[in-house]
């Protein structure tokens, strides 16, 4: 990855004066920038990082079906709680990649379920529209995380996988209501439907605070790729959240404002590999008060008002990742001189298997596949407190969000596995820790209930023991020459940079 270091000088040789090299012309820079912003383009479009017309067609008619069964929804709560139909209205917002324009065929949607004060999280939501997105054909993988701090349901409709919150207005009428910045309505707002209400409002910040729009979604598309082959995308594990990502990417827009794609790219890793983390990264430009003993290691404050930190699972671990990657990036990236370039080396997937020597297998498993799902939801939620809990015993840990599926076993199956990084000489008891997070799974009555048929199961494994599908065969390595800096991109890619 890195650069190896100059060979030593041999004994008794003294170093002689250099001299001074001819510094390229300006023009040279400029090609520079233009073909690696034509072959980063190019990438982004052969790796599959931009949907086809057909899949967005799909998604907006996710989107419409949706808004029906909601409407459809208010009127039968209305109807339950005796309230005249005409009366109570509910409706669905997006926000995230995809209402940001920077999704990817892969990307989930990001939904917000706007209801009516009469319609309430726990029965109206998470019993009566579970059920009804139950009986739809082409609903599946139905979930529920209700315990979460933004309680939600997760689900695939048409094939599409959908994040819906709740956020429940003090009014019959939320679709008339649904101004999300008002502060009438905020005011009376529950915590947690203020919390669903969020997403909303940053994505009509950012919208407004980026300068262009098209270099805007083709930055966030790069960093979100390149977070996802890195390792570095799941918030659950303690990295970034896609609201993390689009705030950097539009910090950086903001401060180049006529930069090409490649220019927005090569600075987004040169800030941030450098950022001071103690000072938050603030579209307005505003002073936040954040420390590190308040546990933001990476502060990053959501361009609202009034303003908040975005919400984060993050830890020494995976902050010390993070940064890492920021550097290599950085490293691979500095140097726009540089003839042989190839963008396949910022996005080649991490190299779990020979990076570390042992690593934490964690079992999931359930006697159907909707328990699987609903079982493997629930303990994903609680995975922050294994992350701490391998921290507090001298482990740090780098949480792999793939799933594997062991063939051994007949039940449905979904295995982890994540790289061990000891900072002593302390070994880990595998029956210790599953005790001592079982016990955090089955806090409750709710997580007692989905525990009764499922199971886990947490052992310590070598790299010699990884599934096959683990080991990275070079893939990049094998067709680097078609990204390089001479790489010529079709004539119409030019045109999404603007």
């Not at 180049?256 to 794609?261: D, G, I, K, Y």
Request: proline share 8%; net charge negative.
């Amino acid at each position: 990855m890195y650069p190896p270091p100059p060979p030593p000088l041999p004994a008794g040789r003294r170093l002689l004066p250099w001299p001074v090299p001819h510094r390229p012309p300006p023009d040279f820079f400029f090609e520079m920038d233009y073909r690696r912003t034509h072959s980063l383009v190019q990438f982004l479009a052969d790796e599959g990082a931009i949907p086809t017309p057909e899949e967005e067609e799909t998604r907006e008619q996710v989107i419409r079906e949706l808004k029906k069964i909601v409407t459809d929804w208010a009127k039968a709560v209305a109807c339950e709680e005796r309230v005249p139909p005409r009366r109570v209205t509910a409706t669905v917002l997006t926000y995230g990649s995809y209402t940001l324009g920077a999704h990817g065929p892969e990307s989930d949607i990001d939904a917000l379920c706007v209801g009516p004060c009469i319609a309430n999280l726990p029965h109206h939501f998470f019993a009566v529209l579970r059920q009804i997105l139950k009986c739809r054909p082409e609903v599946s993988g139905l979930q529920t995380v209700e315990n979460a701090k933004v309680p939600l349901m997760r689900f695939r409709f048409s094939g599409i996988s959908v994040d819906l919150t709740y956020a429940q207005l003090p009014v019959l009428d939320a679709v008339q209501a649904i101004n999300t910045s008002s502060p009438q309505y905020l005011r009376k707002l529950d915590s947690r439907s203020w919390k669903s209400l969020s997403g909303v409002r940053v994505n009509e910040q950012i919208v407004q605070l980026v300068p262009d729009q098209e270099k805007f979604q083709v930055l966030l598309r790069c960093i979100k790729l390149w977070a996802r082959r890195r390792g570095l995308h799941c918030h659950l594990l303690g990295f970034f959240a896609g609201i993390h990502l689009a705030i950097l990417a539009a910090y950086v827009c903001q401060r180049f404002p006529n930069a090409t794609a490649n220019g927005l790219f090569t600075m987004f890793f040169e800030i941030f590999a450098h950022w001071p983390w103690h000072i938050p990264v603030d579209l307005h430009g505003q002073q936040t008060n954040c420390t590190r003993s308040d546990g933001c290691l990476m502060p990053i404050v959501m361009p609202c008002s009034p303003p908040e930190l975005c919400a984060s699972n993050m830890t020494e671990g995976t902050f010390r990742k993070i940064r890492e990657e920021l550097m290599r990036g950085y490293v691979l990236t500095k140097d726009l001189g540089s003839h042989d370039f190839e963008w396949a080396w910022i996005f080649e997937p991490f190299p779990y298997s020979t990076t570390y020597e042992q690593f934490l297998r964690i079992a999931l498993c359930a006697p159907t596949s909707e328990e699987l799902h609903d079982w493997t939801g629930w303990v994903k939620s609680r995975f922050p407190y294994l992350i701490l809990k391998l921290e507090d015993n001298g482990i740090e840990c780098d949480p792999n969000s793939s799933q594997e599926v062991d063939h051994t076993v007949i039940k449905p199956n979904i295995v982890y596995h994540w790289g061990l990084i000891p900072q002593s000489d302390t070994l880990l008891d595998s029956s210790s820790l599953k005790e001592d997070f079982m016990k955090y799974v089955i806090n409750d009555v709710y997580g007692k209930v989905k525990c009764t048929n499922s199971e886990l199961t947490l052992s310590i494994v070598g790299a010699s023991e990884l599934p096959k599908s683990m080991y990275n065969d070079s893939f990049y390595s094998r067709h680097l020459h078609q990204y390089g800096v001479g790489y010529q991109a079709a004539d119409d890619c030019w045109s999404t940079i603007g």
